[in-house]
């Protein structure tokens, strides 16, 4: 089964600057999905961004970027211009496109991120 | 809003009694999933569902019984709850576009 690790279980960082969260996996696959949830105290799950394993350009969504490195098994993301809103729990997840595993999500055990003023 | 409810939403239950959780889309989707959720562990898949009577196990599915009748719903049963499944327990979907997985609001259970 691949494993999903985020090393960094709290973060914090100022309004208005830049934050990197870390996430390396574990896999002998070569297709595969990557994802980013954020889940603030509301407790849902929303999709930050995605990335396609096969596609060698990072994903971006708006102040939301990621430095996908296939050979490092690298998955990291990049929260730019951070806002009070941003703080949260990020999750990283894989998923594979091997239709055995149910096309589940394999979650990392997350970072929580708090934005100060 | 892909359309997912779960039911209840916060239970409180002794050791040893059954329950059972409720998860229901309206966009006839075919996978569904019952992941749970624990300080230190993230989300872990307790079973998932792909389609009518067709369901298979997860990472974590011991003392975990699911069931599907109808596309809409995917039901979870704890048959004799223990204080280690306590958890915050959440449905999720997977999406048209096969990318991305949708998640109810999740339930908190608590067993004393």
């Known amino acids: 089964a691949q494993t999903v690790t985020q090393s960094q279980p709290e973060m914090s960082v100022q309004e208005a600057e830049t934050v990197t969260l870390s996430c390396t996996y574990d896999?002998?696959?070569?297709?595969?999905?990557l994802f980013w949830y954020k889940q603030p105290p509301s407790r849902q799950m929303i999709l930050v961004i995605r990335?396609?394993?096969?596609?060698?350009q990072n994903a971006t969504e708006n102040r939301f970027s990621v430095n996908f490195q296939k050979a490092a098994k690298s998955f990291s993301l990049k929260i730019s211009d951070s806002q009070l809103g941003d703080a949260a729990m990020y999750f990283c997840?894989?998923?594979?496109?091997?239709?055995?595993?149910?096309?589940?999500?394999?979650f990392g055990k997350g970072t929580s991120l708090l934005v100060t003023p | 809003d892909a359309g997912i409810t779960q039911s209840p939403r916060h239970k409180v239950t002794e050791t040893g009694t059954p329950v059972t959780l409720r998860c229901h889309q309206t966009?006839?989707?075919?996978?569904m999933y019952w992941y749970r959720q624990d300080p230190g562990h993230g989300l872990r898949l307790i079973h998932y569902?792909?389609?009518?009577?067709?369901?298979d196990k997860g990472e974590v599915s011991d003392g975990y019984s699911v069931s599907r009748s109808k596309t809409e719903d995917f039901l979870l049963t704890l048959e004799s709850a223990t204080s280690s499944q306590t958890s915050v327990y959440f449905c999720?979907?997977?999406?048209?576009?096969?990318?991305?997985?949708?998640f109810g609001p999740g339930t908190r259970l608590t067993v004393t």
């Open positions: 999720a979907i997977r999406g048209l576009d096969a990318y991305e997985q949708y």
């Open positions: 966009e006839n989707h075919r996978y």
């Open positions: 569902s792909y389609g009518v009577k067709d369901t």
């Open positions: 997840a894989y998923r594979s496109v091997d239709s055995n595993s149910g096309y589940a999500l394999n």
């Open positions: 896999t002998s696959e070569s297709d595969y999905y």
């Open positions: 990335q396609e394993a096969y596609k060698q």
